[in-house]
């Protein structure tokens, strides 16, 4: 690439973060926050980084759509069998980061992660686009395949299997919910004079801390 990367940048000025704004607790921080980038993020301001160990030991990450946010912790849903499914199988500590360019914020949960119960599962696939059900059937998700010919011949086939029929949550399909033990709000500043304020769960309470940027 010829294009002068170091040129590029840009002075965050928006909202500061001080201890007094970001309360003691973080679950009710980030719920704040993320409100305010569902009214200020048109695109996709619910997607996040998940970033899980995988079977060789080297991190993988990829972008996923954070579907419940309440007392049990962070939800997403996916195929179990996938790359990250069988990493959260063997190794279940796992990374959620949240960037809001709008916003200059961002957010980084850290903890443990579970299957959450069929029954929650089986109700959020029953809200899915019709397409996007049979999708779920249809993908075999992170195995090598011939061509998208045969992938769309694939989803053809179970579209023609459940014509005018209720599609069936997969076995294999459903959600995961990371239970934190870490969580740490980024707010961008002027001259990167950054605010970080990081939350850390120590006997069922969260211990509140500043750190330099």
């Known amino acids: 690439m010829n294009r002068d990367l170091h040129s590029i940048r840009r002075d965050y000025q928006f909202d500061d973060l001080l201890e007094e704004q970001a309360g003691n607790n973080p679950l009710a921080l980030f719920d704040n926050w ?11 301001p619910t997607a996040m980084v998940l970033s899980t160990i995988g079977l060789d030991g080297w991190p993988h990450s990829r972008v996923v759509l954070l579907k419940q946010r309440n007392d049990a912790g962070f939800s997403f849903f996916t195929n179990y069998d996938s ?3 069988q990493q959260l199988a063997q190794n279940n500590k796992a990374s959620m980061t949240f960037f809001w360019p709008a916003l200059s914020r961002q957010v980084r949960v850290e903890g443990t992660i579970e299957k959450v119960s069929r029954t929650t599962s089986e109700t959020y696939f029953a809200t899915r686009p019709r397409g996007s059900q049979l999708a779920a059937r249809t993908s075999k998700q992170s195995t090598v395949i011939a061509s998208r010919d045969a992938l769309q011949k694939a989803f053809n086939a179970e579209e023609q299997a459940f014509n005018d029929l209720e599609v069936p949550c997969p076995e294999n399909w459903g959600g995961y919910v990371l239970k934190p033990s870490f969580i ?30």
């Open 34 to 44: 993320l409100e305010k980038a569902i009214e200020s993020c048109p695109d996709d």
């Open 83 to 85: 790359e990250k499914g």
């Open 184 to 213: 740490e709000f980024w707010q961008g500043r002027p001259s990167r004079l950054h605010d970080r304020i990081c939350y850390t769960l120590k006997d069922n309470d969260w211990l509140r801390t500043r750190k330099a940027p």
